[in-house]
């Protein structure tokens, strides 16, 4: 079977998303099933996100991770599409099982001044407040959905300094974990009615409320939960 290429597209733009926090078993499972029928993309992912200085992103995401908002930078190990240092800074919204994105590739160095000019005057004074990162796998067989494993998840401290040194993101250059989530993170992401009705099934079926960026702050400081 073929694979879709790992990209930016309407599935990333808007779509149904589902959450499953699977035990590591129990991923493997699934990720051997999703094997049958596709060859999966691998990579590893850091994330930095951003919040006021009242953590009033992080709460609303420990309360309602299916109504809120969250702002990052990603960047992606290997990154397929440039050979120069850059990550995506983005605007997630998320509300009843709908995500839409609005995103954008700087340089490192481009950040905190992109932050100023575009994403401040719209959501107030912004800084780096967790870091996570994992391995990803991606499976993706149509342009109307992909499943999404994330497994050796980690919270690290973030701030300004990640982005100095204008080089690679990679989850090597962030501080040292100060803690992990053991289960593996299952994202199911879709056009309406796109899913295998075997996946939709089990989505239906485990389908949580999660948020690595409340999970991580959580963790760090003990603003808000939102563990399982």
Same mark, same amino acid.
Request: proline content about 5%; glycine content about 4%.
């Given at each position: 079977m073929g694979t879709v290429a790992f990209a930016d597209g309407g599935i990333?733009? !808007?779509?149904?998303?589902?959450k499953?926090?699977? $035990?590591?078993?129990?991923? $493997?499972?699934?990720a051997r099933a999703l094997e049958a029928e596709m060859e999966p993309y691998e990579c590893r992912v850091a994330a930095i996100y951003f919040d006021s200085p009242d953590a009033k992103l992080a709460r609303r995401a420990a309360i309602s991770p299916d109504d809120c908002l969250k702002v990052r930078a990603k960047a992606y190990d290997p990154d397929l599409g440039s050979e120069r240092a850059r990550v995506v800074l983005e605007v997630k919204r998320e509300r009843g099982g709908?995500? *839409? #994105?609005?995103? @954008?590739?700087v340089a490192p160095? $481009? @950040?905190?001044?992109? @932050? $100023?000019?575009?994403? =401040?005057? @719209?959501?107030?004074?912004?800084?780096? *407040? =967790?870091?996570? *990162? +994992?391995r990803r796998r991606v499976f993706q067989?149509?342009?109307?959905?992909? =499943?999404? !494993?994330d497994d050796d998840l980690r919270f690290h401290g973030a701030d300004w300094l990640l982005f100095a040194s204008g080089e690679r993101l990679t989850a090597s250059a962030l501080r040292p974990p100060f803690a992990e989530e053991p289960r593996t993170v299952v994202e199911l992401k879709h056009a309406p009615g796109a899913l295998p009705r075997w996946l939709a099934a089990i989505g239906q079926a485990r389908g949580v409320? +999660? *948020? #690595?960026?409340?999970?991580?702050?959580?963790?760090?400081?003990g603003v808000g939960s939102s563990r399982a």
């Open positions: 990333t733009r !808007i779509r149904c998303e589902t499953l926090l699977l $035990e590591p078993a129990e991923a $493997e499972r699934l709908m995500t *839409s #994105k609005e995103r @954008v590739w160095r $481009e @950040v905190a001044a992109q @932050v $100023e000019r575009t994403l =401040v005057p @719209v959501f107030g004074p912004l800084a780096p *407040s =967790v870091a996570s *990162s +994992y067989r149509h342009a109307a959905w992909r =499943v999404t !494993i409320r +999660y *948020s #690595k960026f409340a999970a991580g702050t959580a963790e760090g400081d």
